[in-house]
């Protein structure tokens, strides 16, 4: 059935460490999204892709994080060097094109820091 | 910033009676209206989409917009112990094409 994938479910990390995270969307869905969730921020919007171009990732801190579609079938997102406030669930969405298009969320990387 | 806000909550509500969640936004362009549930440890997952003015149903859940009002509400009727969750409103931003989300409320059913 179509679901978003994203890989792995958990990780654990000391700090410094490079964290990759990695999303297969939906097949033909052409928007991608990274989100973050907090307890104390709820869901922040990181990164966007269409069409496997960056639309914005205002919300990324620029020095340690970076976003990539290098396929259709798949978006990174990668930290470097990890800190423990990095600690959050990460969640990749996915959805079709137009204005009116609804997201689609994978099961989330719980992402520990330590 | 275009904003999307919802009453945190504690929403406390007894089984069997109707649960309402409300949403307003900013942006009076917004033309796609979503509500996910998302349960502790889970991720968000789409429930219900409006995109006209008026109620859509669909089994015990029924969206309202209100583009007049900038307001958005979901109606649970006959609330299940199983309803509790996180309900996350999300109004699409069509300049930026993307979702904007509020914070969340929390709701919980009491059997």
């Known amino acids: 059935d179509a679901r978003v994938t994203q890989t792995p479910r958990d990780k654990v990390t000391e700090m410094g460490q490079e964290v990759t995270m990695r999303c297969q969307p939906i097949?033909?869905?052409?928007?991608v999204f990274w989100y973050r969730q907090t307890m104390m921020q709820g869901l922040e919007l990181l990164a966007y892709f269409r069409n496997r171009a960056p639309l914005d990732d205002s919300g990324m801190p620029k020095d340690r994080f970076s976003a990539e579609m290098p396929d259709a079938t798949l978006a990174t997102l990668k930290i470097q060097p990890s800190e423990p406030r990095d600690s959050a669930v990460y969640f990749c969405a996915s959805g079709g094109t137009g204005g009116l298009t609804e997201a689609f969320f994978g099961q989330g990387t719980r992402l520990t820091v330590v | 910033q275009k904003e999307v806000e919802q009453n945190s909550g504690p929403l406390s509500v007894p089984e069997g009676a109707i649960a309402s969640l409300n949403c307003t936004y900013s942006?009076?362009?917004?033309?796609?209206f979503f509500w996910y549930r998302q349960y502790s440890g889970k991720s968000p997952e789409l429930i219900m989409s409006?995109?006209?003015?008026g109620d859509k149903e669909d089994g015990r859940f029924t969206a309202q917009l209100n583009k007049a009002s900038q307001y958005v509400s979901l109606l649970i009727r006959d609330s299940q112990p199983s309803d509790s969750a996180t309900y996350l409103c999300?109004?699409?931003?069509?300049?930026?094409?993307?979702?904007?989300f509020g914070q969340g409320t929390r709701l919980t059913i009491n059997p």
């Open positions: 999300a109004v699409n931003d069509q300049g930026a094409q993307k979702l904007v």
């Open positions: 097949l033909g869905h052409n928007t």
């Open positions: 409006i995109y006209s003015n």
């Open positions: 942006d009076r362009v917004s033309q796609s």
